[in-house]
């Protein structure tokens, strides 16, 4: 890849960003599964904490900053970023499928 073709890279850079967003989830919420429990929803009237939404938003913000770190891997090592992508993306799909199926 040359040196002003940056364009590419960002993409690629970007779908590393999402994969450990995804990824990021699926362990988050194991984790968070075993060690904080939620609570009885019928029991809670009102709650200032929507685990869900900030699992969403804290895991977005570490895919962000996961793109920019890949992005800097990308425009050194472009064929190997790219080619990486796709046993990522499976076993990322593997890990949300899991914690989906066994811990809901």
Same mark, same amino acid.
């Given at each position: 890849m040359k040196p002003n073709e940056a364009g590419p890279a960002a993409g690629v850079a970007a779908c590393w960003g999402c994969v450990v967003a995804v990824g990021g989830y699926a362990v988050v919420r194991g984790i968070q599964f075993f060690v904080y429990p939620d609570a009885n929803p019928a029991a809670v009237t009102w709650s200032a904490h929507a685990? $869900? $939404? +900030?699992? %969403? +938003?804290? %895991? @977005?913000? @570490? #895919? #962000?900053? @996961?793109?920019f770190v890949a992005y800097l891997g990308t425009r050194s090592r472009f064929d190997l970023s790219v080619r990486a992508l796709a046993p990522a993306i499976a076993v990322v799909a593997g890990l949300l499928a899991a914690q989906v199926t066994l811990l809901p």
């Open positions: 685990g $869900f $939404f +900030w699992r %969403c +938003w804290t %895991c @977005a913000y @570490a #895919g #962000g900053i @996961a793109s």
